[in-house]
C-alpha cells in the first residue's frame, strides 16, 4: 500500500543552523513526491515539486530511490521557516498514472528559534 | 487570478441547520478536491471533482453533498452534522486528475473553520 512517513513530528533548530525534515515513503512505481508548507494561519501552500528538482525560499529536496526518502533540507534555517510540513504523494490510477488523490504524511511542525 | 477562494471563512451551525460551503477558482483547473482537516493533521480527502463529474467519494457520510456547478466552482452541502464534524475544510483545484499526471500539485484555499454546536 502506498505510504508516507514523515518521522518527526516535532523539530527545533536555532536561526542559522542547517534543517532537513525527513520524509520517506512505500510506493511500487516511480514516485512523484510534493512537500507543502502550512505557515500559521495561512493555507496549504506547495513548497517543491520533486519532478522540478528546483529550490524554493532555500529548500531542496532530492528523490533517493535507493533509501525511498524525499528529505527536505535548508543549509540556514530562518524564523520565517517555522510551520508545519508535509510530504505527499499522489495515488496512482488503475493505467498506473499519476491522480487527484494524495497521501499526506502526517507533518513535521519546524520551529526556528532566535 | 491565481487563487482558490473560500467562503465562508467561519461557520458556526447547529446540529439540524442546513449551510453550504463555496469555492471558486479560476485558474482554468480541471479537478477540485473538498478536504477536512483537524488541528494538527493532515488534510483527509473527502471528495474529488475531475471535469465536473465526482471521481472520488471517499466514503463520506451522506451529510455531506458535494455539487460541482460549472468547471470554477464547487460546494459542499452540510446537513443534520455532528459536532465531530468541526473542523477546516479545505478546497483545493489542480490542472488534471484523471488520466493525467497532477505534476504542478494542488492549489489549496484558505479554507472554512466550521463548528458545529
Known amino acids: 500500500a502506498q505510504r508516507v512517513t514523515q518521522p518527526e513530528k516535532l523539530l527545533s533548530v536555532f536561526k542559522g543552523a542547517p534543517v532537513e525534515l525527513k520524509c520517506n515513503y512505500s510506493?511500487?512505481?516511480?514516485?512523484?513526491l510534493f512537500w507543502y508548507v502550512q505557515y500559521s494561519r495561512q493555507r496549504l501552500q506547495l513548497l517543491l515539486r520533486?519532478?522540478s528538482r528546483e529550490s524554493i525560499k532555500g529548500f531542496t529536496a532530492d528523490l533517493n530511490k535507493g533509501e525511498t526518502s524525499f528529505h527536505l533540507k535548508k543549509p540556514f534555517a530562518q524564523e520565517e521557516d517555522s510551520a508545519m510540513y508535509y510530504c505527499?504523494?499522489?495515488?496512482?490510477?488503475?493505467?498506473?498514472?499519476?491522480?487527484?488523490?494524495?497521501?499526506f504524511g502526517q507533518g513535521t511542525i519546524l520551529t526556528v528559534h532566535p | 487570478d491565481t487563487e482558490v477562494t473560500q467562503t465562508p471563512k467561519h461557520l458556526v451551525m447547529g446540529m439540524t441547520n442546513k449551510k453550504s460551503l463555496k469555492c471558486e477558482q479560476h485558474?482554468?483547473?480541471?479537478?477540485m478536491y473538498w478536504y477536512k482537516q483537524k488541528a494538527k493533521k493532515p488534510p483527509e480527502l473527502m471528495f474529488v471533482?475531475?471535469?465536473?463529474?465526482?471521481?472520488i467519494n471517499e466514503s463520506v457520510p451522506s451529510r455531506f453533498s458535494p455539487e460541482c456547478p460549472n468547471s470554477s466552482l464547487l460546494n459542499l452541502h452540510l446537513h443534520a452534522l455532528q459536532p465531530e464534524d468541526s473542523a477546516l475544510y479545505l478546497c483545493?483545484?489542480?490542472?488534471?486528475?484523471?488520466?493525467?499526471?497532477?505534476?504542478?500539485?494542488?492549489?489549496f484555499g484558505p479554507g472554512t473553520r466550521l463548528t458545529v454546536l
Open positions: 483545493a483545484s489542480s490542472q488534471d486528475a484523471a488520466g493525467g499526471s497532477p505534476i504542478v500539485g494542488q492549489f
Open positions: 510506493y511500487s512505481g516511480s514516485p512523484e
Open positions: 520533486h519532478i
Open positions: 505527499a504523494l499522489p495515488h496512482p490510477n488503475a493505467g498506473g498514472t499519476s491522480y487527484g488523490k494524495l497521501t
Open positions: 485558474m482554468g483547473h480541471r479537478a
Open positions: 471533482y475531475s471535469y465536473e463529474k465526482l471521481s
